[in-house]
């Protein structure tokens, strides 16, 4: 089975930035495209509980992401593209999967309690994933 097309899902968390590093080199080894993709999700309150609004909301987060977070894979020299989509992160992944015929999933990880990790967004797309994903597990202390 060749590797062709990596996604791999991105947010500002430290497992996701390992789930980057993983992805970079993989796709470094196999001489393969990595997407990096984000999933905006519901919208933030400020700490008063008043709902941000979209607009800026959006425009920050894709800025962040294509500025800040995907800053090792433009690095990186390898064929890449920057995906940004407004969703759940779990249908947006598996939808941006087959659209791009991705080969694989990347994705980070926290530490879970097991009640967490059933509702986690890894765990989800293991279930429903019809290509592999790889869980990166983070980074010993």
Not at 66 to 79: A, N
Request: net charge negative.
């Amino acid at each position: 089975m060749s590797m062709k097309r990596i996604l791999v899902g991105i947010d500002d968390t430290a497992g996701s930035r390992n789930a980057l590093d993983f992805a970079i080199e993989l796709g470094r080894s196999l001489n393969a495209q990595v997407i990096a993709c984000h999933a905006i999700g519901k919208l933030p309150r400020t700490p008063e509980g008043r709902l941000i609004s979209l607009k800026a909301y959006h425009a920050s987060v894709v800025q962040a992401f294509e500025e800040e977070w995907c800053r090792p894979l433009d690095e990186s020299g390898l064929r890449s593209q920057k995906i940004t989509v407004d969703g759940n992160p779990v249908s947006s992944l598996l939808t941006i999967a087959e659209e791009e015929q991705a080969d694989l999933v990347v994705l980070g990880s926290r530490r879970h309690t097991i009640d967490s990790f059933l509702a986690s967004t890894s765990h989800q797309l293991i279930e429903h994933s019809p290509i592999p994903v790889v869980v990166v597990p983070p980074k010993s202390r």
